[in-house]
């Protein structure tokens, strides 16, 4: 069965950094793309980047461009987020989750073709 179990979020102030973890289990992390989501207060669930199982290219959106970025240890079967530069605005609970194919096509960010989420881990930016 297929499982994402994300962790590492916490209290970060802005500027600062974090490193969120996302433990795959019942596939491989080069055998499908896997994506980060995340949900602010309020508003809807919004892609942030994603990984190629094929190649580890990773995709991002605007507004992380620059100050996040997606790895994978193939080893640990694991994906990662480190962001840095944080703003109050990337307060949100943080989600991994893939659609169950190989790219990160046209639809990565829509949450529609998500197949499995996981439980999310929370991520505060303040002072």
């Known amino acids: 069965q297929e499982r994402l179990v994300e962790s590492g979020g916490g209290l970060a102030q802005p500027g600062g950094s974090l490193r969120l973890s996302c433990a795959v289990s019942?596939?491989?992390?080069?055998?499908?793309?896997i994506a980060w989501f995340r949900q602010a207060p309020g508003k809807e669930r919004e892609g942030v980047s994603c990984?190629?199982?094929?190649?580890?290219?990773?995709y991002y959106a605007d507004s992380v461009k620059g100050r996040f970025t997606m790895s994978r240890d193939n080893a640990r079967n694991t994906v990662y987020l480190q962001m840095n530069s944080l703003k109050p605005e990337n307060t949100a609970v943080y989600y991994c989750a893939t659609d169950q194919t190989e790219a990160c096509g046209n639809t990565w960010r829509e949450t529609g073709y998500v197949e499995v989420w996981g439980q999310g881990t929370l991520v505060t930016v303040s002072s």
């Open positions: 990984i190629s199982s094929s190649d580890g290219s990773a």
């Open positions: 019942g596939f491989t992390v080069d055998y499908y793309a």
